[in-house]
């Protein structure tokens, strides 16, 4: 039995002249022989996405794609159907996604609408800071009394 330094290692038997293969696209890319190796096989089988992670990615997504201009019928149309999908997932009409799952996504969504809602404000009352109040028109000393129904001052 041979020991192994590292568990991940393998050692691996290839059909004649797939080594050559191989070997050559990896110095294309300047990679050596187990990079390229590593890398198909990294594409071909990549690390699983938790859930909760991608929804919250998804979240973020959406939000920085409210912010183009120029095609938000296209977006928000994008936004829409990815945020059923979530809520979807979030609310049990999607199946085959087992209680724990769904209920991260559920506190993702809730995180996200927080945020959003938060950001919203943001924005407003960074609106109403840029405003100048009303001062009654182009002199500072102008009023007008409403309650004076001839109209002289």
Partial sequence: MV????????LLRLPSGLKDRIRM????????????IVRVLER???????????????????????????????IDALTVEVLETVEAIANGRVPDIDDEVRKRVREA??????????????????FADDEEPY????????????????GDK
């Fill in 25 to 36: 696209a990896a110095e294309s890319r300047g990679r050596s022989l187990s990079g390229e």
């Fill in 44 to 74: 071909e089988y990549p690390e699983p996405w938790p859930l909760d992670t991608r929804v919250r990615e998804l979240a973020t997504l959406m939000s920085a794609l409210r912010k183009v201009r120029g095609h938000e019928g296209a």
């Fill in 3 to 10: 020991k192994r330094k590292n568990p991940d290692q393998l």
């Fill in 135 to 150: 001062r009654g028109g182009p002199s500072s000393g102008s009023s007008i009394d409403l309650d004076d129904e001839s």
């Fill in 109 to 126: 969504l809730d995180d996200w609408f927080v945020e959003r809602a938060e950001n919203e404000q943001n924005r407003h009352d960074s």
